[in-house]
């Protein structure tokens, strides 16, 4: 039978009340991509969930469908959510397959080009606070709590239990849960999702590691971080909704919560680029972790089957390399300049 997306294939499984209906952009069912070069590296046998195949890009398209077709299904009119950038374009997109007008609230400057044109595109209001990610989730969850207007952050049950599927197709495709979950750390949705679909599904559990930026790293500090700072702009969050469910997963998982510098995470970046998977910054944390991890010898990788999930596509975020990168040359157009410039 031809795919119809998350809510038909998983049902079952969420938490979801009679009222939902279904809609859906054919998310998920994303690649679980063997990595063989960093595999023979680290004695291990790696895999990428690229999240970044989902319809707007990004992982939270699993969460929206679900918080979308509940709150259309009761009746709501208009959706808001704070972001960096990605839950912006997965509300818009979805929101306008339902019918629903979407109002976005994202840092001033901070949120990545990819993800602005997409939340624009999709028809959402887009309205920039002077402020962070944090400051932005404190308003709407004060607008939908004196409003009829429907909150879909990861506050949002819904959003969770969406996520799970992506716990769900790791085991469907691996046969049982791997033994390391590597991912990174935001407003903490994502992990708290993982971690309640590998516990539901019954395929086995790995240990999570839970990978944040060091510049925005309150999980590892043990307190909040006020102004949050990191190439990652995806996970520039110093406050996390579901801090303490992150640190739940970890600590049940026998995993961790790390930070890792941001030079480290472009590096995880190229990497990844370099194997031909080309995903935003904040989707290398868990690669990025992973290696500092090995590098220290706290983390023996050798002999486990590994999954790094990759959150969002490299797409979302050009100016993050095109910044950085040199102008290719300009060459006349004939073959002799060409003949030339390939063999200098
Ligand atoms: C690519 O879009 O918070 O720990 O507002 O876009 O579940 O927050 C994005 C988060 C990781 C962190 N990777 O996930 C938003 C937002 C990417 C992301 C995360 C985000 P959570």
């Known amino acids: 039978m031809t795919y119809q997306g998350l809510i038909h294939r998983y049902r079952q499984y969420l938490g979801l009340p009679a009222h939902t209906q279904n809609i859906s952009l054919l998310e998920g069912d994303t690649p679980l991509i063997p990595m063989p070069r960093l595999s023979r590296q680290l004695g291990c046998e790696l895999f990428v969930k690229f999240e970044g195949l989902n319809p707007t890009g990004s992982f939270k398209d699993r969460g929206m469908t679900a918080a979308i077709s509940e709150a259309v299904g009761r009746g709501a009119?208009?959706?808001?959510?704070?972001?960096?950038?990605?839950?912006?374009?997965?509300?818009?997109?979805?929101?306008?397959?339902?019918?629903?007008?979407?109002?976005?609230?994202?840092?001033?400057?901070?949120?990545?080009?990819?993800?602005?044109?997409?939340?624009?595109?999709?028809?959402?209001?887009?309205?920039?606070?002077?402020?962070?990610?944090?400051?932005?989730?404190?308003?709407?969850?004060?607008?939908?709590?004196?409003?009829?207007?429907?909150?879909?952050?990861s506050i949002n049950p819904f959003r969770i239990e969406g996520q799970k599927t992506a716990a769900f197709e790791i085991c469907d495709d691996l046969g049982s849960a791997p033994d390391w979950l590597c991912l990174p750390v935001g407003n903490a949705g994502n992990i708290t999702s993982y971690w309640a679909g590998f516990k539901q599904y019954q395929k086995g559990l790995p240990q999570v590691l839970g990978v944040q930026a060091a510049g925005a790293a309150p999980l590892v500090l043990g307190h909040p971080v006020e102004k949050p700072e990191t190439v990652a702009t995806a996970i520039r969050i110093?406050?996390?909704?579901?801090?303490?469910?992150?640190?739940?997963?970890?600590?049940?998982?026998?995993?961790?919560?790390?930070?890792v510098p941001d030079e480290k995470i472009l590096a995880a970046q190229k990497i990844l680029a370099e194997e031909g998977v080309w995903v935003e910054p904040a989707s290398a944390a868990g690669l990025a972790g992973l290696l500092a991890e090995s590098a220290t010898g706290k983390f023996e990788a050798k002999g486990k089957r590994i999954v790094i999930v990759c959150t969002g596509h490299g797409m979302k975020d050009p100016a993050i390399i095109t910044e950085s990168f040199i102008s290719p040359k300009v060459i006349p157009a004939n073959y002799g300049s060409l003949i030339e410039v390939i063999a200098s």
Do not use: H, W
């Open 77 to 153: 009119e208009t959706v808001i959510c704070a972001s960096t950038g990605n839950t912006a374009a997965s509300a818009a997109a979805y929101a306008a397959r339902a019918g629903l007008r979407s109002i976005v609230l994202i840092p001033e400057g901070k949120v990545a080009v990819g993800k602005l044109a997409g939340a624009i595109a999709y028809g959402a209001e887009v309205i920039q606070i002077r402020g962070s990610f944090d400051d932005a989730l404190t308003l709407v969850v004060e607008i939908t709590q004196k409003t009829p207007i429907a909150l879909v952050n």
């Open 238 to 259: 110093g406050k996390p909704a579901r801090g303490e469910q992150a640190l739940d997963a970890a600590r049940e998982s026998n995993g961790m919560i790390i930070a």
